[in-house]
């Protein structure tokens, strides 16, 4: 199950949005890149750290990139349940000239309860960030545009809600065994290639 966000399109015509949007799905210089960057196969995560099935996630997408060396983890940050989302996302981003964005990225999924600013504020001071520093880029305006940007694109798209997943041109859909599907979808990727551009 996941969080249900408007929006809908149809297969045929949502493989045909992620080929026309494929420079700012998978090459966006706004998105954080964790793995390979230079892997042969990319798999694009939108998620939202209050999602329980975005932290459910968590673990298997790190697994997939500590075993295949060769996987792009392209991450998008979509906030989409509510303000606690929003500030989370902005602190993590804020994260990222400071380099421990996937860290907090992971701290943030492994802690339990909801996520919230104050707890995120907590973490970065744990993981050694420059306070002063994050807290000023949180607002900035380039942060605004990131999540603006990541929301219209998920609209183009037809993500319907969170966690949404691409495993090289092709969604993800849901299941059991994140895991075992994300690395057969690469695999077959690697295998067959994408239908379009990934």
């Known amino acids: 199950m996941a969080y249900e966000v408007t929006g809908h399109l149809r297969s045929a015509q949502q493989e045909q949005e ?8 998978y090459r966006s210089p706004t ?14 995560a939108f998620l939202d750290y209050n ?12 697994k997939l990139i500590a075993t295949d060396g060769k996987v792009r983890l392209v991450l998008k940050e979509l906030p989409v349940l509510g303000k606690d989302s929003e500030d989370v996302a ?21 802690e ?3 996520a919230t600013k104050a707890k995120a504020l907590r973490i970065a001071s744990e993981l050694g960030l420059d306070m002063g520093r994050l807290e ?20 183009d798209i037809g ?13 993800l859909g849901e299941g059991k065994d994140l895991y075992g599907r994300l690395a057969q979808g690469v695999a077959d990727i690697r295998a067959h290639g994408c239908r379009n551009t990934c």
């Open 18 to 25: 992620i080929a026309a949007h494929a420079a700012d799905i």
């Open 31 to 44: 998105s954080f890149v964790a793995g390979n960057p230079e892997g042969d196969v990319s798999v694009v």
């Open 51 to 62: 999602c329980p099935f975005c932290r459910q996630g968590a673990p298997d997408l790190a």
């Open 90 to 110: 902005r602190i993590a981003l804020a994260s990222i000239p400071q380099g421990k964005y996937f860290e907090l990225h992971q701290r943030l999924f492994a």
């Open 112 to 114: 339990p309860g909801r």
């Open 136 to 155: 000023a880029g949180m607002d900035d305006p380039a942060i605004t545009a990131i999540l603006l940007e990541n929301t219209k694109l998920a609209k």
């Open 159 to 171: 993500v319907r809600g969170v966690p949404f997943y691409l495993v090289g041109d092709r969604v």
